[in-house]
């Protein structure tokens, strides 16, 4: 197995600083009653800094300025940094922080090892970003098949009967958001 644990920020003082979840390790980094950006990146240096021996890698899931500077403090670290990007138009956009922040953003990104993008429109915005082409990939998110499958006709049965759903009626589930910004 492969040990790992998640910095995130601690928006809400009711959190706790520490806490495990499934056996995932989640640490949340203050911000300050003004979500200060820069604080949340001092925490996740400290943080990433104190348990630089406990990790190979830095995984960020998202592409915002936070991600890239955890990117960053992986560099620093000689620690193999990778960033994926899901939303369109938002993660790298270099505009909507300001320019210091945008210029910071951009510039932490650029020491990250790798970007991937979840679908092919993802991809060509990385590759138009300046971030390096060669360092982007495309890989679509995965399902767990064995955890998600078409249930047997016993089994459909009994959860339409649970549920009070028809059992002959054809039905359709979404979950997720149909968003022009996924790409």
């Not at 955890?70 to 938002?90: D, E, Q, R, T």
């Not at 679908?119 to 998110?141: F, H, M, Q, T, V």
């Not at 089994?155 to 149909?178: E, M, N, T, W």
């Amino acid at each position: 197995g492969i040990d790992s644990f998640v910095i995130s920020a601690r928006l809400d003082p009711a959190w706790s600083k520490r806490e495990f979840l499934e056996g995932l390790e989640i640490i949340r980094v203050e911000t300050g009653r003004n979500r200060s950006m820069f604080r949340f990146w001092l925490g996740t240096a400290l943080e990433l800094l104190r348990r630089r021996r406990e990790y190979s890698i830095v995984h960020s899931h998202g592409l915002n300025p936070s991600h890239g500077f955890s990117m960053f403090c992986g560099h620093v670290l000689k620690k193999p940094s990778l960033g994926k990007l899901s939303i369109a138009n938002s993660d790298i956009d270099f505009t909507v922080h300001g320019k210091l922040i945008g210029s910071l953003h951009k510039w932490f990104l650029k020491h990250a090892n790798r970007y991937v993008a979840i679908s092919y429109a993802l991809k060509r915005e990385l590759e138009a970003s300046g971030l390096g082409p060669d360092k982007c990939i495309y890989i679509p998110n995965g399902v767990d098949t064995g955890k998600f499958f078409p249930a047997d006709p016993v089994r459909k049965k009994a959860v339409r009967k649970s549920l009070g759903l028809p059992a002959d009626a054809v039905l359709v589930l979404f979950i997720g958001v149909v968003d022009t910004r996924k790409g």
